[in-house]
């Protein structure tokens, strides 16, 4: 689903303009953005929650010039799904 497709079946649902959907969507995505960019992780109750992860250093290697490589510890961003959101798709949709 894009995020199209989000504004269209809300503003369908909801009855409101797709311009308006479209700029609420846009403006949780740039806040969730913003308060992960400033350290801060975002939690949203029986859906799940937006968390900064630290990568531990690591040595990895340079196939092509056969050497080895340092990559430094760094932060990304991720998402952890609620347990109701969890169990909701274990038990609705069909293992492929």
């Known amino acids: ?5 989000i504004v269209s079946k809300i503003s369908d649902k909801l009855g409101i303009e797709k311009g308006d959907v479209q ?27 937006f968390i900064i992860k630290t990568r531990a250093e690591k040595t990895g290697r340079n196939i092509s010039k056969n050497t080895t490589i340092k990559i430094p510890a760094h932060n990304i961003p991720a ?16 293992v492929k």
Do not use: H, I
């Not at 998402?79 to 069909?94: D, I, L, T």
């Open 1 to 5: 689903m894009t995020k199209a497709e």
């Open 23 to 49: 700029a609420t969507v846009e403006s949780f995505m740039e806040e969730v953005k913003s308060s992960l960019e400033s350290g801060d992780n975002v939690y949203l109750r029986g859906f799940g929650s």
């Open 79 to 94: 998402f952890k799904p609620a347990k109701v959101f969890v169990e909701g798709v274990k038990s609705n949709v069909q």
